[in-house]
């Protein structure tokens, strides 16, 4: 398996702009989390889903932000509109039980000028 | 009081010696421990998992769990170079707040060659 894909690695926009960020899971897995880690904050859970379905979405941040899962193999987090102080790296990780670890994608690196 | 506490660092040990690696976690009800390995630019890596007090190890690498002190630490033994990297504490928690993992700060390790 190739793991978590995340997909871009880098996005640059400015601010107002719509950006989507896109995670597909490994294969297998029913959970699907999608964190955001600043130096400030460290790792925080944004949302995550079981079985594509949102089950916890208490760590957004406001709603500029959303996430879908259409199937087991793709999920997005969207922004919209973006403003600077999204800036951060946002990672996808998936799982196949709840009280097992994760697998973390490679991060989008996110810079909202 | 944070969820998760670890010494930011960073620590500093000589190749060869024994890094010691410490966390708190504030939740009783906590099940289940996690320690990451991030290397500067990568994503998490999940480097051990530990469910039940004791010691568990898994070559270089021993994590000891205790819930009455809640205290969890990752003990490296014969440290190498490649180790030097920020180290993330993980507690899972559930109870009548549902699930949330949650990330403590990290100890960034240094392994002086």
């Known amino acids: 398996d190739a793991g978590v894909i995340q997909s871009p690695r880098h996005e640059v926009t400015e601010m107002g702009q719509e950006v989507t960020l896109r995670c597909k899971p490994i294969?297998?897995?029913?959970?699907l989390f999608w964190y955001r880690q600043t130096m400030m904050r460290g790792l925080e859970l944004l949302i995550y889903?079981?079985?594509?379905?949102?089950?916890?979405d208490s760590g957004m941040p406001e709603d500029r932000f959303s996430a879908k899962m259409p199937n087991a193999s793709f999920s997005t987090l969207k922004i919209q509109p973006s403003e600077p102080r999204d800036s951060a790296v946002y990672f996808c990780?998936?799982?196949?039980?709840?009280?097992?670890?994760?697998?973390f994608g490679s991060g989008t690196r996110l810079t909202v000028v | 009081q944070k969820e998760v506490e670890q010494n930011s660092g960073p620590l500093s040990v000589p190749e060869g010696a024994i890094a010691s690696l410490n966390c708190t976690y504030s939740?009783?009800?906590?099940?289940?421990f996690f320690w990451y390995r991030q290397y500067s630019g990568k994503s998490p890596e999940l480097i051990m998992s530990?469910?039940?007090?004791g010691d568990k190890e898994d070559g270089r690498f021993t994590a000891q769990l205790n819930k009455a002190s809640q205290y969890v630490s990752l003990l490296i033994r014969d440290s190498q170079p490649s180790d030097s990297a920020t180290y993330l504490c993980?507690?899972?928690?559930?109870?009548?707040?549902?699930?949330?993992?949650?990330f403590g700060a990290g100890t960034r390790l240094f392994v002086k060659a």
């Open positions: 939740d009783r009800v906590s099940q289940s």
């Open positions: 530990i469910y039940s007090n």
């Open positions: 990780a998936s799982s196949f039980a709840l009280n097992y670890g994760y697998t």
């Open positions: 294969s297998g897995h029913d959970y």
């Open positions: 889903f079981n079985n594509n379905v949102p089950i916890d």
């Open positions: 993980a507690v899972n928690r559930g109870g009548t707040g549902g699930f949330k993992t949650i």
